[in-house]
């Protein structure tokens, strides 16, 4: 099956600092990737969209300067969090979505937890 | 407004059967996700219904009415490393994935 890849898989950093982190699509072409936030005990919250090319959508409620979005290839994203504080800290996880045939199947990458000290 | 219900938390035994509902209320419907979490790592897919009716998956089978609006994960023969959450996601008019908050399964022996 198609793999995503996401790099780090987890890192600490200090409070005012960016942090960015990777997601690739290894096998296959991803127009369009999504970029969530878990938090402990909770679902999955969709923080944005990014087609290749284009701008990020946002979803409500996310600040576009503070977590940046790059999905500058059709196998590349980047999500870079800006002037990180503690409560960013989270498990952040990337999905690539692939057209198979009529239906679109979306493969998630590892998740990267990020810890704000 | 779009909304995804299933139980917080279940609990079975070890070789037994457990059905986890899901019922959905979402603008548009282009299918619908199972996952499987443990916990710090990413979900990993499990099934797709898109038709009525129930697709089979060795222990794993899931069943989709779409003029009921529900779905129903069922996991036979549970073991162990079943113990996990179960993520229910609809996808929407726009292909997006809506996320139910999940079911947290624990397996007693």
């Known amino acids: 099956g198609a793999v995503v890849s996401q790099h780090p898989s987890r890192v600490i950093c200090k409070s005012g600092t960016s942090v960015k982190i990777e997601c690739r699509s290894l096998?296959?072409?991803?127009?369009?990737m999504f970029w969530y936030r878990q938090f402990p005990k909770q679902s999955l919250m969709l923080m944005a969209t990014?087609?290749?090319?284009?701008?990020?959508?946002?979803e409500q409620g996310v600040e576009k300067d503070k977590f940046l979005i790059n999905h500058a290839s059709l196998t590349l994203s980047t999500l870079t969090v800006t002037s990180a504080h503690p409560e960013d800290s989270s498990f952040y996880i990337c999905s690539a979505r692939e057209l198979a045939g009529d239906v679109y199947e979306q493969y998630f990458g590892p998740g990267t937890r990020l810890t704000v000290t | 407004g779009q909304n995804i219900d299933q139980p917080t938390e279940m609990t079975a035994t070890e070789g037994a059967i457990v059905q986890i509902n899901c019922t959905y209320q979402t603008s548009g419907f282009n299918g619908l996700f199972w996952y499987q979490q443990h916990a710090g790592e990413a979900p990993t897919f499990l099934s797709y219904?898109?038709l009525d009716g129930l697709e089979e998956k060795g222990r794993f089978s899931s069943f989709l009415s779409r003029s009921k609006g529900y779905s129903y994960l069922l996991l036979k023969e549970l073991q162990m490393k079943d113990s996990a959450s179960y993520l229910c996601?609809?996808?929407?008019?726009?292909?997006?994935?809506?996320w139910g908050a999940g079911t947290k399964l624990i397996i007693k022996p």
């Open positions: 096998d296959f072409q991803a127009t369009t």
């Open positions: 996601a609809v996808s929407d008019s726009n292909y997006q994935l809506i």
């Open positions: 219904n898109v």
């Open positions: 990014s087609n290749e090319g284009s701008k990020a959508t946002y």
